[in-house]
């Protein structure tokens, strides 16, 4: 937009925490945004780079070459690489990319770059960025690749850091021919073992069949196929491992590791071998260290520098396997990043949270050189005050403040989630909005620190908005309750919230209006509509406010709602959605997402007649293209001129609001991370502040204008006169905002106010009960917002006024509570004609619905929720029945002893399928035409395939019985189904099963057989249950008998009952008693109706019953029966006369006795009869009570017979089982070598495919080669030519003259000195390897060195300039030819050594093609092996099994079957040999007894001999000394020992006088000592005072002879070495001459001491 000007990026700042990089020696350089940011770390000064595509992806550099390199985002990216000089774009590599790029990295003094594309290609490049081209390729390599790494010292590797693993590329090269070649490194588990890759042939195939088949690889036995079969198996067979997250190149081409687990890794690149270092779980591991601390590395010369999760840096060196810390550096916190400077002099390092140190390692100083915090930015804001800061708001609460050159100079972590920030224009403070409902007020004012002065809760919902108008008259807030609250800016009135209007609908977007001309404010709020586009909304609320005060009752009610007559609200409606609108002069300018359009409408000016409730229908009068993405934020500038948008794309476009179709557009954030979140623009107009979502980056832009027109004029007087006007206020407001005091978070006045409303709520009277009830249940939980404070103090303000009132209201209630109590209370006294029902008393019948009601609701819900229960518990009980009930054939039952605890179970079966039973009827049939088709001789089937084994027994015994025969049968079929009944005749031979067809039908055999075995157990049990069930009976029913006969005894014994339990009668666990539920059982109405009627049926039914007049007549005479019963007799008794007991006997007449006589024969007679009667029934009892043991026995003995039968069928069940997971698992072997067989065969043909490419490539890499070797001969004869010529060449020239310069023709410079020149400050690390890519620059060097030589000083004399100027024409072609040869030398052995790779991979190939087709070969011969040498199931009477078993399981692959007879006849012969060889070994021993003896006792002698043969050789060569010889001589020994006394007394004596004269000579020493010491100490303390002038003259004298004497310095250099050598030679001739006259005096030494010490021997002849 021409009248406008463009956009340029003032600063940036922000800190993204994704990599940092030296490009320099001071220079750091990090991605921020859509920038690169640059920083110095001595001056701390900042320079950016905007990315000339969309947005910065990763990024790279080189701090030894100044350059950088950064991928774009976006769809087929390119990679930018710069030059740090002028920011210099080098070259764009387009690569094939497709989404992303996820690592970079450029090589150390070559000009290659390594990268890694993301999904889908996964491809890893090589690029020489000087030409742009790539040089090699290898796609769906870089699959987890996070990080890629050159060595620093070869060029050629690059370490490649994956998420779990870690390879090591090798590129190899052929002149221009380049390749890589992946290794991967194989990284211990996670508990520090080394894991053993599974090879591709780790199946083993041994010489001796095993027991169960070869060994198969995990490949086979899973039967994954396919390229990534080896690499899922190895996952899913090994152990876990650990898991890389740092890597650094040491000095020697190797590697340290740091593990996220802990560990500190060493890898050797050519063998990938790897060591651990530092292991955290060893018990002696250092404790500093455990907290893993290898989060980041790097090198320098002192060791390995690492940092970790703990805020402290560590530098470690390693002797052997021992780690030392040598140096600890302590941090502000954590660090993630560390990098080495180029020049080694400084440690940068990088936090999470944007902090950047740097440390340098020899003073230990550390420096913060950038402290910008990382994070996404909220909301920005610029103030208008004078200072004119930047405002800015992070996701974490932080508050940062920025001076116009981008500093941040004050912070404060407000603690909370915030949402929206807005700055004052009347004073120097910022209001923020939290997502509790929380509006903070911040003073801006301090230097450093912004302090926290008010706070307000407005909201229960997130502040989403808010704003200032622009004379500050008044701040509007916003949120999704569709509040909108007004409060008063000025600091004066504390802040003070004035009132709040509720708008139709969410606000989405919320902006003011000052009109100086009729004192009003205008506040437009965009509403949401629909609830399903809650960022969307078509109806705007437009309402006035005026700039007067608004604290009068006529403007605002008791609780707090502004008058609807000053806000004149208007009601407008738009006919598409908008997502964000700003209100203007009498316009208002809106974003439509739907159309993707910015819309400008024009308001109505006459609205006095409209209501507040009519909605007008609004158009847009202009439309103009807006940005791509959405969501989009409008901002006016303050002079209302221009319009700023931002939206998702990462643009922010100016336009002017007269005319909106042009505009200036600049991508200041990317889009792939959501573009701006938010745009504010500086007082001035000339400035904007853009924060991105999602790329924690602030853009701050100026407006330049191209020329000053009237916009710019207009801008800068409207900012001067708003500057003029509010600076009076500013004066009065701000000084009163810094005296106020610092807050905290929560405020003492709401948390007491909070307090007080618990304690009302605790401390409430029973009586006040129902009018407080419902207001303490509707009281929010969470602190009250300023409405609900308001609506409370007016409800206090009528609890005062009206308390009189309330009072004798409560007394009347209290007086009709007593007396309804009392009405109640006779009511329920009254009769039931009378009583009233409970509801009749019941005044709030409303109430009472009410709570029926909910009590109902609540019912419902938790019926509903134990029905959804019941239901589910019923679903799961008939699918359990469905599937093991329903479903089985036989139900699983069991049969227990009456007197034991023995339990027999039968077998569950289900029904068979119709695929099981077609499938067991083609077998069958299959097997009848086998058969019939098989010639099999007389004998039968069984017995002529045992004739095929040799030393069966049926070949040799020819009548066997029959018993014999079913033993033999059943030992070879493995199996006692057929002693049992229950075989199937169609079942395979053993030992004539081949096919795998014939196993699977084998395995379907045998199935039927085993549901022979337990369908005919079955019947038996069947047939036993039901023998118990009627003995059972008969137990029952003599125990009723025997109850009879006891109850006529009068006996209170316990018999026994026996029953049927649940197991034996499993039916009953199906259904439930009632006597099981232990709850009352809850019947509805209808329910409780029906056993009502129930029980009045039943008691009618009584009643009938009870009139009965026939049954109550027999009952009263005759107990209910017509005759009398036997068991009566018992009860019978004879009643005495009436005269015996009225009588005495003295007194009884003849009669009477007559009659007493008649009574005691009676008497008599019925007590016999009981007697009888009583024995009888003890008999019936006794012959029942045996016969019910005698039942029970034999019951129990048929289960234990039937359980001896169950035990046979387990045991011919299991056997049938063995055979089936024997013929199983062979076919599952068979199947495992058939995938073996498969993916050999697979490897096979991929080799021969990869070694027809291997031999193609080594073929055309041969030509090239012998091209190339013709093209070096060449090249060599053409220098040797050059030689030739020389002379040729000078033919003009003297002899003596040419011979001169043919020695200056052949002279170089030297190559220490070349090095001098080139590499003195240059890094141990960045010593390159001698390649041909780097010819060219060695040529260069060469040629330098050679302009010395070329100088005109080095003229020999008598030659003329001329002739000298042609011979170094002729010296310097002669090196570039010499140049030239080395280069291609080098390159020819690169190719040879490329081509001899190749040969060997070819070899490799070869070899690997033999060894699989070994393999394959191999394979074919273990499977014709097992599948002839077949697996048969014996049985074996136990102990005649000859093998010792060691383990569970005995091993029988060596084992042979013979006959028992056969076993019995070898083991008497050898019981004959043994006692033969006993007897014989006896008769040996004895004999050999004598001559071990005679043997003993000569070696003794021989000892002995040799024992007194050295005893007499040792008294021969036994040496005398002279004192020896002369005590051996002498014979008065004791005169010469007091002799030798006396002289050693003598010698005493004298030394002790000697002593004490050198003690005295010793003292007068020390006291001239003493003297000379302190003449000394004087001269110091003269020689210290002149000490500091000396060492200045020293110091200027020694840089004075250091500047003179430098060129000196190599001269006196060289001579000092030539005469250490000198001197080291003549040193050495001295000691050869030393040695030599040692040789001799040890010589002369050996003579004297043979001449003074001589032998006894020698003494013989004296």
């Not at 073996?1236 to 495919?1249: A, D």
Request: glycine fraction near 4%; charged fraction near 30%.
């Amino acid at each position: 937009m021409d009248n406008i000007g463009n956009l340029e990026v003032r600063w940036i700042q922000g800190f993204t925490n994704k990599s940092i990089e030296f490009v320099d020696r001071k220079t750091v350089c990090y991605s921020c945004g859509c920038h690169i940011c640059f920083l110095n770390l001595e001056t701390k000064t900042q320079r950016f780079l905007r990315s000339p595509g969309r947005g910065v992806g990763v990024l790279t550099a080189n701090g030894n070459s100044g350059i950088f390199a950064f991928s774009e985002q976006k769809l087929s990216p390119s990679i930018f690489v710069y030059s740090l000089h002028g920011l210099h774009l080098k070259h764009e590599l387009k690569g094939t990319a497709q989404l992303d790029y996820t690592s970079l990295t450029l090589s150390d003094g070559s000009p290659y770059l390594a990268c890694c594309s993301s999904l889908p290609d996964y491809t890893v490049t090589v690029w020489n960025w000087e030409t742009a081209e790539p040089i090699c390729t290898q796609p769906q390599a870089g699959r987890d690749i996070i990080s890629l790494v050159f060595n620093p010292l070869n060029w050629l590797q690059i370490c490649a850091l994956g998420n779990t693993t870690l390879t090591v590329w090798n590129i190899e090269k052929s002149d221009n021919f380049h390749v890589m070649k992946p290794s991967l490194v194989e990284l211990p588990a996670t508990d520090g073992s080394l894991v053993e890759r599974l090879g591709p042939n780790c199946g083993t195939v041994r010489n001796k069949l095993p027991y169960f088949g070869p060994d198969m690889p995990p490949s086979a036995i899973s039967g994954v196929k396919g390229d990534k079969a080896e690499s899922i198996v190895t996952k899913l067979c090994t152990k876990a491992r650990l898991t890389p997250t740092a890597i650094c190149w040491t000095a020697t081409s190797q590697l340290y590791v740091g593990c996220a687990e802990g560990f500190l890794l060493l890898v050797e690149p050519e063998s990938l071998s790897v060591s651990i270092l530092f292991n955290p779980t060893s018990p002696n591991a250092i404790p500093e260290l455990r907290q893993r601390h290898f989060q980041g590395l790097t090198l320098n010369k002192n060791g390995l520098i690492t940092v970790g999760k703990e805020s402290v840096v560590r530098c470690l060196q390693f002797k052997g396997t021992q780690i030392n810390i040598t140096k600890t550096w302590q941090l502000q916190g954590p660090v993630r990043i560390v990098k080495y400077s180029p020049d080694n002099e400084t440690l940068l390092l990088s936090s999470d949270t944007g902090q950047i140190y740097a440390l340098n390692p020899r003073s230990d100083k550390i420096v913060k050189v950038l402290d910008v915090l990382s994070g996404n930015f909220v909301a920005t804001a610029m103030s208008h005050m004078e200072k004119n800061i930047c405002v800015s708001l992070r996701d974490s609460g932080e508050l940062q403040l920025w001076s116009t050159d981008g500093i941040c100079y004050g912070s404060l972590n407000l603690q909370a989630e915030v949402t929206s920030l807005a700055c004052c224009p009347i004073a120097q403070y910022a209001a923020v909005g939290t997502a509790s409902g929380n509006v903070l007020f911040i003073d801006l004012n301090g230097d450093w620190q912004p302090r926290l002065v008010h706070q307000v809760h407005l909201y229960h919902c997130p502040v989403d908005h808010l704003s200032f108008d622009q004379e500050g008259h008044y701040l509007l807030t916003g949120g999704s309750d569709s509040h909108v609250y007004v409060l008063d800016p000025r600091p004066s009135k504390r802040f003070s919230v004035i009132g709040c209007t509720v708008v139709p609908g969410g606000i989405l977007s919320l902006s003011t209006q000052c009109i100086k001309d009729f004192e009003q404010v205008k506040v437009l709020a965009l509403c949401a509509g629909q609830e399903g586009r809650r960022n969307e909304g078509s109806l705007l609320t437009v309402f006035s406010l005026p700039t007067k005060d608004l604290s009068g009752p006529d403007y605002v009610d008791r609780h707090g709602c502004l008058s609807t007559h000053i806000l004149k609200m208007s009601r407008y409606e738009v006919p598409h959605p908008l997502e964000s609108c700003v209100l203007g002069v009498s316009e208002v300018f809106a974003y439509c997402h739907k159309k993707k359009t910015l819309q400008r409408f024009q308001l109505p000016q006459d609205t006095d007649g409209l209501s507040s409730q009519q909605v007008v229908q609004l158009e847009p009068k202009q439309e103009v293209k807006g940005h791509p993405l959405g969501p989009v934020s409008l901002v006016l500038s303050p002079h209302q001129l221009w319009l700023a948008s931002v939206g998702r794309d990462g643009l922010l476009r100016i336009r002017g609001t007269a005319s909106m179709e042009r505009c200036i557009e600049l991508l200041c954030h990317s889009w792939r991370v959501g573009g701006v979140q938010s745009v504010s623009f500086s007082a001035d107009s000339q400035t904007l502040l853009t924060a991105g979502c999602k790329d924690g980056s602030l853009v701050c832009t100026d407006l330049r204008n191209t020329s000053v027109d009237a916009d710019k004029h207009e801008a800068t007087v409207y900012s001067k006169s708003m500057d003029h006007f509010l600076k009076k206020i500013f004066r009065s407001e701000n000084p009163i905002l810094m005296n106020m005091p610092q807050r905290s978070q929560g405020s003492p006045t709401e948390k007491t106010e909070e307090t007080e409303a618990s304690v009302r709520a605790e401390t409430v009277d029973v009586t006040e009960q129902d009018e407080s009830y419902n207001s303490l249940l509707s009281a929010p939980p969470s602190h009250p917002t300023w409405l609900e404070s308001r609506r409370e103090a007016v409800l206090k303000e009528d609890d005062e006024q009206y308390s009189g009132k309330k009072k004798d209201l409560r007394k009347m209630v209290k007086e009709l509570r007593d007396t309804i109590q009392e009405m109640m209370r006779e009511n329920e006294i009254l009769p039931d004609i009378e009583r009233l029902e409970q509801q009749e008393f019941n005044l709030d019948v409303d109430e009472q619905k009410r709570l029926e009601t909910m009590v109902e609701q609540e019912v419902t819900r938790v019926k509903n929720e134990i029905e959804w229960e019941i239901l589910a518990k019923c679903y799961i009980r008939d699918v359990l029945k469905r599937e093991c009930w329903d479903a089985m054939k036989v139900k699983g039952k069991s049969i227990k002893a009456f007197h034991s605890e023995q339990e027999v179970k039968n077998y569950p079966l289900k029904e068979r399928t119709d695929k099981e039973v077609e499938e067991l009827r083609r077998v069958q049939n299959m097997r009848k035409l086998e058969m019939a088709a098989c010639t099999v001789s007389k004998t039968g089937p069984q017995q002529s395939s045992l004739k095929k084994i040799p030393n069966t027994p049926v070949a040799k015994e020819e009548d066997p019985g029959k018993e014999g025969q079913l033993a033999e049968s059943a030992a070879v079929t493995g199996s006692f189904s057929a002693l049992l009944g229950c075989s199937n005749p169609y079942v395979y031979d053993q030992f004539s099963l081949q096919t795998t067809e014939q196993k699977i039908n084998q395995i379907i055999l045998l199935k039927d057989v085993i549901y022979r075995i337990k369908t005919a157990f079955n019947s038996d049990f069947e047939g036993v249950h039901r023998q118990k069930v009627q003995e059972l009976n008969r137990v029952l029913e003599r125990n009723r008998h025997i109850a009879e006969i006891m109850l006529e005894l009068e006996m209170t014994e316990k018999l026994w009952e026996p029953s049927l339990t649940n197991s034996e009668c499993p039916e009953r666990n199906l259904s439930v008693e009632d006597s099981e539920i232990k709850a009352e059982k809850y019947l509805t109405p209808e329910q409780k109706k029906e056993e009502e009627k129930k029980k009045l049926e039943e008691q009618r039914r009584l009643a009938a019953q009870s009139d009965n007049i026939r049954e109550r007549a027999l009952c009263d005479m005759m107990d209910g029966v017509l005759e009398l019963k036997k068991e009566d007799i018992l009860k019978m008794e004879i009643p005495p006369p009436e005269f015996v007991l009225s009588k005495p006997d003295i007194q009884w007449s003849e009669e009477e006795k007559k009659a007493y006589k008649d009574y005691e024969k009676k008497s008599k007679d019925l007590s016999e009869e009981k007697e009888k009667y009583k024995k009888a029934l003890e008999t019936e009892m006794k012959k029942l009570q045996v016969a019910t043991k005698d039942t029970i026995e034999r019951f129990d003995e048929t289960l234990t017979k039937l359980f001896e039968k169950k035990v046979k069928c387990e045991m011919s069940i299991y056997q049938e089982e063995l055979k089936i997971t024997c013929l199983v698992f062979t076919i599952l072997k068979e199947e495992e070598m058939r995938n073996r067989e498969l993916e050999l065969r697979l490897k096979l043909e991929k080799t021969v495919l990869y070694k027809e490419e291997i031999g193609e490539e080594v073929k055309r890499h041969e030509e090239d080669v012998e091209l190339f070797h013709e093209n070096y001969d060449s090249n060599v004869a053409e220098d040797k030519a050059l030689d030739k010529e020389f002379r040729k060449e000078f033919f003009d020239v003297p002899t003596h003259m040419v011979d001169h310069l043919y020695k200056l023709f052949k002279r170089r410079p030297r190559v220490q000195k070349l090095r001098t020149h080139t590499d003195s400050n240059s890094h141990p690390l960045k010593e390159q390897r001698l390649c041909s890519s780097l010819a060219p620059d060695a040529l260069g060097k060469m040629l330098m060195a050679m302009e010395e030589l070329d100088a005109p000083e080095n003229i020999p004399e008598g030659l003329s300039p001329c002739i000298w100027e042609r011979f170094c024409l002729v010296r310097r072609s002669k090196i570039e030819s010499e140049q030239k040869v080395k280069v291609k030398a080098l390159t020819l052995a690169e190719m040879q050594a490329f081509l001899h790779k190749r040969k060997d991979e070819d070899k490799a190939a070869e070899q690997e093609i033999k060894n699989l087709s070994n393999e394959l070969e191999r394979l074919h011969k273990e499977k014709n092996r097992f599948l002839t040498n077949i697996m048969v199931q014996v049985l074996l009477k136990q102990g005649k099994v000859e093998l010792t078993t060691t383990e569970m399981t005995p091993d029988f692959t060596d084992c042979v079957l013979h006959h028992r007879n056969v076993v019995e006849e070898l083991n008497r012969t050898i019981k004959t040999l043994g006692e033969q060889k006993i007897a014989t070994m006896v008769e040996c021993k004895d004999f050999r007894k004598g001559i071990i003896q005679l043997q003993w006792e000569h070696k003794k002698m021989g000892m002995q001999i040799e024992d007194l043969n050295t005893k007499a050789r040792d008294i021969q060569m036994l040496r005398l000394s002279e004192e020896q010889q002369d005590y051996l001589n002498k014979t008065d020994r004791d005169s010469h020992k007091a002799k030798q006394v006396s002289v050693l007394e003598k010698t005493i004596a004298f030394q002790e006088k000697t002593h004490q004269q050198s003690l005295q000579h010793r003292i007068k020493k020390i006291e001239q000592l003493n003297r000379k010491t302190a003449k000394k100490v004087a001269k110091n303390a003269l020689v210290e005072q002149q000490l500091p002038n000396m060492q200045v003259t020293v110091a200027e004298r020694r840089h004075i002879y250091e500047a003179i004497a430098s060129e000196e310095n190599h001269a006196a250099e060289t001579e000092e070495r030539y005469q250490e050598i000198v001197e080291k030679k003549n040193l050495e001739d001295f000691a050869r001459a030393q040695a030599e006259d040692l040789d001799l005096l040890w010589k002369e030494v050996e003579r004297l001491r043979m001449k003074n010490f001589p032998s006894l021997d020698e003494l013989k002849h004296y």
